[in-house]
């Protein structure tokens, strides 16, 4: 079975701090994801990586950044947060030429910026 | 503007009969779609998922149907069952199987006993 893990399930954060957000995969997969999820809007695509090093802006990407040092670990990156990233945020990953196109998820990181 | 919608937030089936969620989209060069459950605490997991060559996929109680023409597919659930409780997210992608997934904003599902 293929596991995501996410560093912290709940998480609380004063504006302006810097916040990371950590997702580990073992299934070897090459792409992975960050999305948000709030109410009535669906999940919405932060940025993604295809491999380690490479990164790619997805339909929401300001405000965050992301690091991949590892194949297995994908990092988004907080530089200063604001209340309006106040969410729930899902890390995914999927493999790459298996002809489907099913992410796997984590368990998601609910963040709370007071 | 979404390009994936879902337009009903709340649906409510009683357990035993049919479960029809609907999904729109407006992009025409979607060509791949999926369905996902995710209950409360939890990540997404994949349900089924559907190729535009298709119009029709069934695995088990659930069924997607899609009609390229109207822009449109549904996922049937028969028969419900109160463990299907979830919120749905349909979602959709271009290039065949590979690429980014564009979301809907879901759809909550209470089956009740």
């Known amino acids: 079975d293929v596991k995501v893990t996410q560093s912290s399930r709940y998480l609380v954060k004063r504006t302006g701090e810097k916040v990371f957000l950590e997702c580990v995969q073992d299934?070897?997969?090459?792409?992975m994801f960050w999305y948000r999820q709030d109410p009535g809007l669906g999940l919405r695509l932060i940025y993604f990586?295809?491999?380690?090093?490479?990164?790619e802006k997805g339909d929401i990407p300001e405000g965050y950044s992301v690091s991949r040092e590892k194949k297995e670990r994908f990092s988004l990156i907080l530089e200063s947060a604001s209340t309006n990233q106040t969410s729930m945020y899902l890390c995914?990953?999927?493999?790459?030429?298996?002809?489907?196109?099913?992410?796997?998820f984590g368990p998601g990181t609910r963040l709370t910026v007071t | 503007d979404q390009q994936v919608k879902q337009n009903s937030p709340s649906l409510s089936v009683q357990e035993g009969r049919i479960s029809i969620l609907n999904c729109d989209y407006t992009?025409?060069?979607?060509?791949?779609f999926l369905w996902y459950k995710k209950y409360p605490a939890e990540g997404p997991t994949f349900l089924i998922s559907?190729?535009?060559?298709?119009d029709k996929n069934e695995d088990g109680r659930f069924t997607v149907f899609l009609n390229k023409s109207a822009k449109h597919l549904s996922l049937h659930i028969v028969p419900s069952q109160p463990g299907d409780s979830a919120v749905y997210f349909c979602?959709?992608?271009?290039?065949?199987?590979?690429?980014?997934?564009?979301f809907g904003g879901g759809t909550r599902l209470m089956v009740k006993p």
């Open positions: 299934m070897d997969h090459e792409n």
């Open positions: 979602a959709a992608s271009t290039g065949g199987a590979g690429n980014m997934l564009t």
């Open positions: 990586s295809y491999d380690v090093k490479m990164k």
């Open positions: 992009n025409s060069m979607f060509d791949y």
């Open positions: 995914a990953s999927r493999p790459t030429g298996t002809g489907r196109n099913e992410q796997y």
């Open positions: 559907i190729s535009s060559i298709k």
